[in-house]
């Protein structure tokens, strides 16, 4: 069954740092999201993608986050300047259609010190 | 507005028991209601789901039941088994979103044998 993979499981930086995370969607699918979780709390919606371009984006999704297609398998969510509060479990999804169930990967789990 | 408010917290239940997990909206613009289920150190992973223009909705052991007019909807686990531990989260989306889906608190379920 086609799964959506991200790496890496666990990722530890310094305050500050930049990070990429990222994320092979299903390969079919052509809606993208990134959500985050922090410990103990509820899923939050980060930001959708859709025919290479941002959907919609939440208030968390600042200018210090970005995201990109760079090829045709690839998502990847950027953090430029990683603060203490960026810790959390962000997982990657995608969705074939507009409102179609999505597909969560397992994760990252961020750790920034 | 935007809030889905889950209940309870956590819930411990006997093998072959009825599990109930509630979840309330505000927002009547929510059209997409699912539920997910999410495992140690894994990614969440759709359950089932329902939309507003039925009352329920059956999968095997898992019913959704939804009240339009009080904004309410609730999962019923029916003969629970320990394999239904883990913790489950509703969320709502609407059309005008991009499926952005709001995840509720969730609810960390504990059937014992």
């Known amino acids: 069954e086609p799964e959506v993979t991200q790496t890496p499981s666990h990722q530890v930086t310094q305050m500050g740092q930049e990070v990429i995370l990222r994320c092979v969607p299903i390969s079919n699918h052509l809606y993208f999201y990134w959500y985050r979780q922090i410990l103990g709390q509820k899923v939050e919606f980060l930001v959708s993608?859709?025919?290479?371009?941002?959907?919609?984006k939440s208030e968390i999704f600042d200018d210090q986050f970005s995201v990109e297609r760079p090829d045709g398998s690839n998502f990847t969510l950027k953090i430029r300047s990683t603060k203490l509060e960026d810790s959390a479990m962000y997982f990657c999804a995608s969705s074939q259609g507009f409102e179609e169930t999505q597909y969560f990967g397992p994760g990252t789990r961020l750790l920034v010190l | 507005q935007q809030q889905v408010k889950q209940s309870p917290q956590s819930l411990i239940v006997q093998k072959g028991g009825i599990s109930i997990i509630n979840c309330a909206y505000e927002?009547?613009?929510?059209?997409?209601f699912p539920w997910y289920q999410q495992f140690p150190g894994k990614g969440p992973a759709l359950l089932i789901a329902?939309?507003?223009?039925?009352s329920e909705k059956k999968e095997g052991r898992f019913t959704i039941s939804f009240n339009k007019s009080a904004k309410q909807f609730s999962l019923h686990i029916m003969d629970s088994q320990p394999g239904d531990s883990a913790t489950y989260f509703c969320a709502a989306s609407k059309e005008t979103s991009g499926s952005r889906l709001t995840f509720g608190e969730g609810t960390q379920l504990t059937v014992n044998p």
């Open positions: 993608f859709y025919n290479n371009e941002i959907s919609e």
């Open positions: 927002n009547t613009a929510f059209d997409y």
């Open positions: 329902i939309r507003p223009d039925v």
